[in-house]
């Protein structure tokens, strides 16, 4: 077996400044989609985990410690007590007291219970960086659709980490990465709009974007880093993109609920609708 690469990256070469992606079959007839890198190539699987692995039978250790939280809560429903004498109950409670306080405190309960160790996290995160790889890979190639799975699961492992890790660091060693994922979800939804040529669902998948980043940023008691935000500013620019796009029937249909709003002296909607029109980049002189 002749393993030197020369020839391989001789054939595809890298182009600096640019992120050059093709999908390939591979010796088992499945896909993969390669990255070349400067000094080598990145492969990956299309499905699943990109790397292949399955970690404990799953096919991602996030979806592992998923299935672990999913049997948390069955477990603490088949503890419930179940008593037909109010009294019983009342004793059960009174004897367990002091152990369950001394769980919670440790572990915290039921579905929030924090299991996760600085090594499950670290794994976690190497695996996130694969993710990362490939829907950014996949934005390259316009499979919209595969940026949208891959950025959803990775807020599942931010969310995972904020309710389930042990260590305070680990709670948030990723959430400074948030944003960026939430506009990158809400970047490709719009594109792939678009390909359908489905202008109004493309502009409305951004407003849902920008609506999630200032609700993140006014929960994280920071609202002034909404209007700063890089995430923020892409998606409105690429919103403002959009408009010039969308049919004159839509600023037309706009204009006349307006004039029949006035009519009704229905104003709160008039005003609503003169805000719309306004956005879509007509006139609402009325």
């Known amino acids: 077996m002749n393993r030197d690469l020369t020839k391989l990256f001789e054939e595809w070469p890298f182009e600096p400044g640019q992120i050059t992606v093709r999908v390939i079959e591979g010796d088992d007839g499945m896909s993969r989609i390669q990255v070349r890198l400067d000094l080598g190539l990145l492969q990956m699987s299309t499905e699943n985990r990109p790397d292949g692995k399955r970690p404990h039978g799953y096919d991602?250790?996030?979806?592992?410690?998923?299935?672990?939280?999913?049997?948390?809560?069955?477990?603490?429903?088949?503890?419930?007590?179940?008593?037909?004498?109010?009294?019983?109950?009342?004793?059960?409670?009174?004897?367990?007291?002091?152990?369950?306080?001394?769980?919670?405190?440790?572990?915290?309960?039921?579905?929030?219970?924090?299991?996760?160790?600085?090594?499950?996290?670290?794994?976690?995160?190497?695996?996130?960086?694969?993710?990362?790889?490939?829907?950014?890979?996949?934005?390259?190639?316009?499979?919209?659709?595969?940026?949208?799975?891959?950025?959803?699961?990775?807020?599942?492992?931010?969310?995972?980490?904020?309710d389930h890790a042990l260590n305070e660091d680990d709670?948030?060693?990723?959430?400074?990465?948030?944003?960026y994922i939430m506009m990158m979800r809400a970047r490709s939804l719009a594109s792939q709009a678009l390909k359908s040529e489905e202008n109004k669902a493309a502009i409305l998948a951004i407003d849902e974007g920008l609506e999630a980043l200032k609700q993140y940023f006014a929960a994280a008691e920071q609202p002034d880093l909404y209007d700063e935000s890089g995430e923020v500013a892409m998606l409105k620019d690429m919103r403002d993109s959009l408009i010039p796009k969308l049919p004159v029937s839509q600023r037309a249909e706009l204009?006349?609920?307006?004039?029949?709003?006035?009519?009704?002296?229905n104003f709160e909607l008039a005003a609503i609708l003169r805000d719309e029109i306004r956005m879509l980049g007509g006139k609402a002189n009325m």
């Open 60 to 162: 991602s250790l996030l979806e592992y410690y998923e299935s672990k939280i999913d049997q948390d809560a069955l477990d603490l429903d088949a503890d419930e007590p179940e008593s037909e004498d109010e009294d019983d109950n009342e004793q059960f409670l009174e004897k367990t007291q002091f152990d369950k306080q001394s769980e919670e405190n440790d572990k915290g309960s039921g579905s929030t219970r924090r299991f996760l160790s600085d090594d499950d996290c670290r794994s976690l995160r190497e695996e996130a960086q694969q993710y990362y790889h490939r829907y950014i890979a996949m934005l390259v190639l316009e499979d919209y659709e595969a940026v949208v799975r891959d950025t959803s699961r990775n807020l599942r492992v931010l969310n995972l980490f904020r």
């Open 255 to 265: 204009r006349q609920r307006l004039e029949a709003a006035i009519v009704s002296e």
């Open 171 to 179: 709670m948030h060693a990723m959430e400074s990465h948030r944003p």
